[in-house]
């Protein structure tokens, strides 16, 4: 099923993981990517993105309300800390500048 609901901000927050600091910052607009919510529970969301030219296809884990709610209240903070844990989980080199 394919987000309708604060798609935007979702594409804000992969854009953040993703696109700035992952595997996929060739990206330069995150409307690139489609995102499907592929599970949902009290306490975990899985989000499946997709990026069509490469056929390839993440999911994402977002595990605690709190850092949910963090994210709807604009703090990145915590999206940038996720996608260095996510990275790194993934093997996959950030190159973050350190600000």
């Given at each position: 099923?394919?987000?309708?609901?604060?798609?935007?901000l979702l594409k804000e927050y992969i854009s953040v993981l993703f696109v700035k600091f992952g595997?996929?910052?060739?990206?330069?607009?995150?409307?690139?990517?489609?995102?499907?919510?592929?599970?949902?529970?009290?306490?975990?969301?899985?989000?499946?993105?997709?990026?069509?030219?490469?056929?390839?296809?993440?999911?994402?884990?977002?595990?605690?309300?709190?850092?949910?709610?963090?994210?709807?209240?604009?703090?990145?903070?915590?999206?940038?800390?996720?996608?260095?844990?996510?990275?790194?989980?993934?093997?996959?080199?950030?190159n973050i500048d350190e600000e």
């Open positions: 099923m394919i987000i309708n609901t604060d798609e935007l595997k996929w910052r060739s990206i330069k607009n995150p409307s690139e990517l489609q995102i499907f919510k592929s599970m949902e529970s009290q306490t975990m969301s899985v989000l499946s993105i997709t990026r069509q030219d490469v056929r390839e296809t993440y999911n994402l884990f977002l595990i605690t309300q709190q850092e949910e709610i963090a994210l709807y209240n604009g703090e990145k903070n915590i999206a940038i800390e996720k996608g260095r844990i996510l990275s790194k989980a993934l093997n996959i080199d950030l």
